[in-house]
């Protein structure tokens, strides 16, 4: 049966399957069962192949909500939000941090229908969540989930120990046992209207965060510099999205294209905890979105655009970190964008 929801309905209502299934995957990397849960909640997230199914919003709170209780996860929105592997992929990336989180804001508000926005200060700009309707427990846990998100985003272009001068909660949220250890120094505040976290405006054109040799974190600005000037890493990412069309190039070919043996750019990678093989698979991921968000390709020929021969093997792929299929991934953008008919 088809849902066919207002936007205001979306937003109070209903999450997209592939953020769901994103969750599932993470809980499942942990070793904690989730079958007899999502039947006893009546949650077919895993079952449905449909593109416009979707979950319903207060069932799947309800399930997460039983899950901390039960395995004792009390920080599990931000922990999936911040180590989830595949999620960073999902969000997007752009050549600076405002970029980033400009695309970051467009995927949220289509996967789960909340209102993400970035709100303009004089100084800053803030990434925000804002709150409708009846609140839940389980909405502090997406908050915490939303929170985490933009903040691992923003440790990608500012450096691992980033943490933003203010972070605005909703009461209840604040008082979570574990915020000053995970946000030390940040000052708290409170609103019932919002979740939101500011970024300097100073910040938001810095390119990715890498590691230099000595191991000190530095910045580049993705601006066609030579490699010599930029961070091992973004080259990387730089050289794969040029070279991947019709075929993934080998960790030997990349090395050498970036001036650096083979040995050296794993080190490095892992000096910054990448992979060669992860590294690949976010460029992979991230253009592949790009496409089926801007473009009307069809899935064989996105497949060949990010490198795989095979479509069948780049829907496996796409289907495992996204949570759905390209198709459905391609359908429910143009529907979120279309809004209510």
């Not at 904690?32 to 799947?60: C, G, M, N, W």
């Not at 949220?173 to 919002?194: F, K, N, Q």
């Not at 001036?259 to 000096?271: I, M, P, Q």
Request: aromatic share 8%; glycine share 8%.
């Amino acid at each position: 049966m088809h849902n066919h929801l207002t936007n205001r309905d979306r937003t109070l209502r209903w999450f997209r399957p592939a953020v769901c299934k994103t969750l599932l995957t993470y809980l499942d990397d942990l070793g904690i069962p989730t079958d007899r849960l999502l039947d006893k909640h009546r949650l077919q997230v895993l079952e449905r192949e449909d593109a416009d199914y979707l979950v319903p919003r207060h069932s799947f709170g309800l399930f997460m909500m039983e899950v901390i209780r039960r395995e004792g996860l009390e920080k599990l929105g931000w922990q999936f939000a911040t180590e989830q592997p595949g999620l960073r992929a999902t969000l997007g990336g752009g050549p600076t941090l405002y970029s980033a989180l400009r695309t970051a804001v467009k995927r949220a508000r289509a996967s789960t229908g909340l209102d993400f926005r970035l709100v303009e200060a004089p100084d800053s700009v803030g990434f925000c969540r804002t709150l409708s309707g009846n609140i839940q427990d389980y909405d502090h846990e997406m908050g915490w989930s939303a929170m985490g998100a933009a903040v691992r985003i923003v440790r990608d272009y500012l450096g691992k120990e980033w943490v933003p001068a203010e972070v605005s909660v909703s009461p209840e949220a604040a008082g979570a046992r574990w915020v000053s250890e995970v946000l030390p120094d940040a000052r708290i505040t409170t609103t019932h209207e919002y979740w939101c976290l500011r970024i300097s405006h100073f910040d938001l054109g810095r390119g990715l965060s890498v590691t230099n040799g000595a191991g000190h974190a530095s910045r580049a600005q993705d601006t066609g510099k030579p490699v010599s000037e930029l961070g091992l890493a973004e080259a990387l990412g730089q050289f794969l999205r040029a070279h991947i069309r019709g075929g993934a190039p080998s960790l030997e070919e990349s090395a050498e294209m970036v001036g650096v043996s083979a040995r050296t750019l794993k080190r490095r990678l892992n000096d910054v905890t990448r992979t060669y093989s992860g590294t690949l698979l976010e460029t992979r991921l991230s253009l592949s979105l790009e496409i089926l968000e801007t473009t009307d390709l069809a899935v064989a020929d996105v497949a060949h655009e990010v490198g795989y021969s095979n479509p069948s093997n780049f829907s496996r792929a796409f289907r495992r970190v996204v949570g759905i299929t390209p198709q459905a991934y391609r359908f429910q953008t143009r529907v979120s964008e279309r809004g209510p008919r």
